[in-house]
Structures are given as structure tokens and as C-alpha cells.
């Protein structure tokens, strides 16, 4: 009898995020030796608290390709990734390749895979803030598009993916695996000592995450965000595990006088990070991935964008927008103190999310 052949399937990662949603998959591919994957990072995000932390913490296979993509400008650092994934794409015969989200890596990726002729499989499709201003908007959509699987998160998801003309037989609604990846780790969650370590007692600070470009590269948003964050910090004191990007732009714009008062720490882990998020009295970000992982803590969240590619956060209650305004600090110490306090169940989001893109991938 001839073996049944293997299909042959690339894995792009290159960000953080990438990172917590592919530990699911990686552990379900243990389950299915029907397919060969190769791993290729890369670089996007290449530091230890960025990158190497997660492959370690999260049990992740050490990348088989590993490139360092380097470039000054977004489109620069895109057009260098392409080039260099087209080259890695080419020296293998894959079957298809599977992306996740929606950075620079991901649109890269599909881009290379289907300049190579791959099948493009995308976990996370569908998304849409209808805000072209955003780089992340412009490379979800461009995937999208480009896609022969997608793979969904909520049923908005879908709406828009039909909408746009998707067919509709590409389109699996199979769920969160960001969600997966907090179940399936909730043990060394609950476990890490991080509120010790920084002698910060549970539901006394507000937690904060900005990274995004359309706020950082923006000088005046920039300042106006840490503005609003120095008004919050007076009556909730403030915790920013602080983005290398984000120090970057701050340093630059000469904002760090904004800083002062505000408790700064480094990066931190998976396990770390989501204990401070569990444990906090509230969240401040611009994070898509925290909107989701606050609503299934029960974690009230202010988001500081016009606008967001995960509207069911903000149906269920946990979730607010906020804009870039001064007077916005008393709106969000209003939500962070009455806002949501429990966990909020939906539907797909559980421990089952890999186990359904494999079905589906058979």
C-alpha cells in the first residue's frame, strides 16, 4: 500500500499576537502527522520579551526558518519581507500556507504564497474597523481577498466577508483561538508571581497598552494620549508594560516628561502579562487581541480608537470606545470602576477553536 502523502504546509509568524494564536495550533498539529509544517518567523518582532519569550513559555517549535527582516519604513519593511519569503516559499513545495491576523508578516505572506501559486489559509479573516487609515485595516482586507480558506472569530466577521463578495463556501466560522490560547494556558496564568514581583496589590492599577501606528506615529496623538493617561493615573494608578515602538516614538517626540509618575516596566511574557490584565481594575489600550481576551475575563476595557474590527466586545458591555480628547480621562475612570465584572461567554470561543481548523483542513 503507497503512504498516504503528506501536505505540505507553511506556518508564517512574525509578531507577538502571531505568536499567542499559533500555541494552539501547534499543539493540535501534534495530533495530525497527516501534515508537514514549517515554521518560518519573520523577524517582525525579534527581541526576547517580543519574541523568544513566547516560543519558550508557549511551547511553540523552534522556528525552522528564521529571517531578519530590517527596514526603516512600513512599506519598506513589507516590500523586504515579501522578498524574502518568496525566496524561502519557493525552495519547498507547499501544499498552502497558513497566516494569522493581520500585520505586516501576514499581508507578506499571503502576497509571497500567492506570487509561488500556494492555497493561502487565513485564522482571523474577516475583521473590518472600515478604517482604511489603519495599516492593519488595508492588510486584513488585502488578504482577505487573496485567501482560499478563511477562517473566522465572530459572526461580523462573516457579515463582512459576504458583503465583500467572499464566497461563502471559503468561510469557516470556527471561533477565537486567542481565546483558546488564555484556557489552555490559564493554569501558568494563575500561577505567575508578577503582582509580587512589582508588589502590586490586585484591582488597585489600571493596565496600559498602546502601540498601535496610527497613534504613535502621530506626534500631537502621541502627546494627547499620554495627556488623557496622566489625567487617569490621578485617580487609578497607571502600569504601561511599555512597547519598544512606542518608547521609541515618545523618545523621539520628546514626550517623556508625559511619563513622569506613571509606573514603566519592561515587556512582558504570555503568562505575565495576562495575570496583570486578569488581576487589574481595568485596561486601556489600542490593542485589538486585548479587547477580546478583557471580554472573556470580564475585564472592563477602554479602547482609545475611533473604531473597532471586534464590535462584539463592545455589544457585550466590557468593551468602550474612547476618543483622542483630554476630557475623556473621567469617561474612562467611569467605565473602568462600573464597567463589566465577569466573564462573558461566547459562542465558539473555547479549548476547541485548532481542533476545528484541522477538520477543516482535512
Known sequence: MIPKKHQNIAV???????FVKAAPFFRQAKNHPEFKITLIHTGQHFDKNMSKIFFEEMQIPKPDVQLDVKGEFHTEKIGKMFNALKHVLKSDNFDS????????????????????????VHIEAGLRSHDRRMPEEI???????????LFTTEPSANENLLREGVDKDKIRYVGNIMIESLIMFRDNI???????????????????TIHRQENTDSAQS?????????????????????HPGTQQKIIEYKLEDLLTGINIIEPLGYFDFVKLM???????????GIQEETT???????TLRYNTERPITIERGTNKLFTMDLDQAEAMVKHIHTGASQAVQIPLWDD??????????K
Do not use: W
Not at 508564517?12 to 502571531?18: A, E, F, K
Not at 486578569?278 to 485589538?288: C, F, L, N, P
Not at 472573556?296 to 477602554?302: F, I, T, W
Not at 476547541?352 to 483542513?361: A, E, P, T
Open 222 to 242: 502621541m502627546k494627547t494620549i499620554l495627556e488623557i493617561l496622566q489625567n487617569v493615573n490621578k485617580q487609578i494608578p497607571i502600569l504601561i508594560p511599555l
Open 352 to 361: 476547541s477553536v485548532s481542533r476545528r481548523i484541522f477538520k477543516c483542513l
Open 139 to 149: 492588510n486584513r482586507a488585502i488578504v482577505d481577498h487573496l485567501s482560499h480558506m
Open 278 to 288: 486578569a488581576e487589574s481594575k481595568g485596561v486601556i489600550t489600542d490593542s485589538g
Open 296 to 302: 472573556h475575563l470580564g475585564v472592563p476595557c477602554c
Open 97 to 120: 500556507v497558513v497566516l494569522f491576523g493581520d500585520v505586516n508578516s501576514t499581508l507578506a505572506g499571503a502576497i509571497a504564497a500567492i506570487s509561488n501559486q500556494y492555497k493561502v
Open 12 to 18: 508564517i509568524l512574525g509578531t507577538r499576537p502571531n
Open 190 to 208: 494563575d500561577k505567575s508571581d508578577i503582582l509580587q514581583r512589582l508588589q502590586l496589590q490586585a484591582k488597585s492599577y489600571a493596565l496600559v
